[in-house]
């Protein structure tokens, strides 16, 4: 039985599904007038948030006051964290507060993985997004919004475009993706993809023009220039001509094909205004599903008195590709 | 994976009966289809009698086989007063006294009718009343959805054991039962007919608590 959720790799289709499933009953919560669920009550939850996030430390808050647990939050600003303390003290003094659950977002590609499988500690750990590696969560909310707005994802064709070589995002879309039977395409230039890609079981494009009309979904990255020590591509607007979305491009989508987003986005990069706007664009839908999917992920892990997930055999995970020299404290969604 | 839930329902472990779609009927039937129609029927007209007409009703089925029979109950009343009831399915999972002591259980609908259940008659209905604990969680469920004027209890079985004190105001059928013995209630809409069977069961699954 699994108790933590450290890759979107680990889950099986029957697990994401479940997930899915159970998001979608929780969605309506926030429908009622009181925004509230029981099933934590008691429970202690810790956001131990190494790198700046606004998203989905919010987004994880909610979900977790929602189904009633007592959230405590750990950012390493402000904190004995940046004095230097190690994440093995840490995650001992987590240990020693009774924490049921951590939700870590660490800069280092790994650290969650660490917390969970180096006996300091009985808490479940969720990855809530670990350096260039994955953030399970954030696939499984965009799962969840391609689902509701497609039905089921055999088959469907997502495209992923942009910088895929510094994105947590897109690895951990494209690992359950294909385990929901989606065939993903990676749309970057050669710079931007990252290394080991073949491994991951989906296409790679370097031509976002022949990409757009066959899919039923554009992802659109962020450019993480935090993460980048190199130049990767000549300057920003050659980039965002090459493979920026913009209303051109749109509309040469299919009726159904609808734009997503990550966040933070930049308009005028990866995507304009009047994409961003448009009626195709979830993306502030995929903040709303955000809260859903992460009360399904904490209530399947911790609600019983076994977590729920785990049932199959998961299949293998790519290794972290190494990190792309030193990692800047910095924060995608 | 299917965004509709119609599938889903089938996997709710219910405390109070036996879950999932019932092998065909094994042991002694007590209702047949006909003994079914008929209790519902009746069903009906004490709660349009109780209620004094259709004003205010508001019917919430339990997961997942109280739902069907709440909306067949809708559909009885509505074919004698002429108006359409509002009828909306309440999952209690989260609610149980015993959720911590198995796997996360998987949730159901909770479906409340846009009218809300402010000020209104609600009826509970559910498939078997055994323990009583499905009711208090559905109790407590409904606390976080408003305030309704009156809240009153319908089901199809009535097989005594109760733990807490909770009675039903409108029973199919009171089913005089030990405790080693299982009650398997049968809808068409997941079986293939309308039945109510009693048997001997070999192992402890489908007894609650």
């Known amino acids: 039985m699994k108790k933590h959720l450290l890759s979107a790799g680990d889950l099986s289709r029957d697990d994401a599904e479940l997930i899915l499933q159970t998001a979608e009953e929780l969605r309506s919560l926030a429908d009622r007038p009181i925004k509230k669920l029981p099933a934590l009550r008691g429970r202690t939850i810790v956001n131990l948030f190494f790198e700046d996030s606004t998203r989905t430390r919010i987004s994880f808050e909610a979900a977790a006051k929602r189904l009633s647990a007592d959230v405590i939050n750990f950012s390493a600003k402000g904190s004995s964290l940046s004095k230097g303390e190690s994440l093995k003290d840490t995650a001992l003094t987590l240990e020693a507060m009774g924490a049921d659950a951590v939700v870590v977002r660490h800069w280092a590609s790994g650290a969650p993985h660490l917390l969970a499988n180096a006996g300091w500690s009985r808490s479940s750990v ?6 260039t590696h994955e953030h399970p969560t954030q696939a499984l909310l965009d799962a ?17 475009v942009g910088d895929v070589l510094h994105s947590r995002v897109a690895r951990s879309n494209a690992l359950l993706l294909r ?15 990252p290394y080991g890609v073949d491994g991951w079981g989906v296409e790679t494009s370097y031509d976002l023009d022949g990409v757009l009309p066959k899919t039923d979904v554009v992802m659109m990255l962020r450019v993480q220039r935090e993460r980048m020590n190199a130049a990767f591509f000549p300057t920003v607007r050659e980039y965002s001509r090459r493979y920026g979305l913009d209303g051109r491009r749109m509309a040469n989508l299919q009726d159904h094909t ?3 987003h990550p966040g933070p986005m930049i308009r005028g990069m990866e995507l304009t205004a009047d994409v961003a706007d448009s009626e195709r664009s979830v993306i502030v839908e995929q903040v709303t599903n955000g809260v859903a999917v992460r009360m399904a992920v904490l209530y399947l892990l911790l609600g019983g008195s076994e977590p729920a997930l785990g049932g199959a055999e998961p299949f293998e995970t790519p ?4 990190p792309q020299g030193p990692l800047a404290p910095g924060g995608e969604e | 994976m299917s965004p509709t839930h119609s599938e889903a329902h089938s996997e709710a472990p ?7 779609p019932q092998p065909a009927a094994t042991g002694r039937t007590v209702l047949d289809a006909r003994d079914v129609s008929r209790a519902l029927t009746r069903i009906s007209h004490e709660i349009l009698e109780r209620n004094r007409g259709s004003s205010d009703l508001v019917l919430l089925g339990i997961p997942t086989r109280g739902v069907h029979l709440a909306e067949r109950v809708a559909a009885k009343i509505s074919e004698v007063e002429g108006n359409a009831i509002p009828v909306g399915s309440l999952d209690v999972t989260m609610y149980r006294d015993d959720l911590r002591m198995r796997p ?13 259940i402010d000020g209104r008659v609600v009826v509970l209905v559910d498939d078997v009343l055994f323990s009583g604990r499905t009711i208090r969680a559905a109790l407590d469920a409904m606390n976080d959805l408003g305030r309704p004027q ?7 079985v009535d097989r005594g054991h109760r733990e807490l004190p909770i009675r039903a105001d409108f029973v199919g059928k009171n089913l005089p039962t030990s405790l080693v013995e299982k009650v398997s209630v049968h809808l068409a809409e997941f079986d293939d007919e309308d039945s109510v069977a009693i048997s001997t069961s070999a192992t402890d699954e489908g007894v609650a608590n």
């Open chain 2, 14 to 20: 219910s405390a109070d009966a036996a879950a999932g």
């Open chain 2, 150 to 156: 009156a809240v009153r209890l319908a089901v199809l």
């Open chain 1, 144 to 160: 969840f919004t391609m689902w509701r707005h497609l039905g089921d994802l055999d088959g469907r064709r997502i495209a992923i």
């Open chain 1, 126 to 131: 969720i990855n809530a997004g670990d350096g």
């Open chain 2, 104 to 116: 996360a259980r998987t949730l159901m609908r909770t479906d409340v009718p846009t009218e809300g």
């Open chain 1, 179 to 193: 385990t929901l039977g989606a065939e993903v395409t990676l749309v970057a230039p050669p710079t931007l993809l």
């Open chain 1, 258 to 260: 609808i734009v997503m």
């Open chain 1, 319 to 322: 290794r972290p590709s190494a």
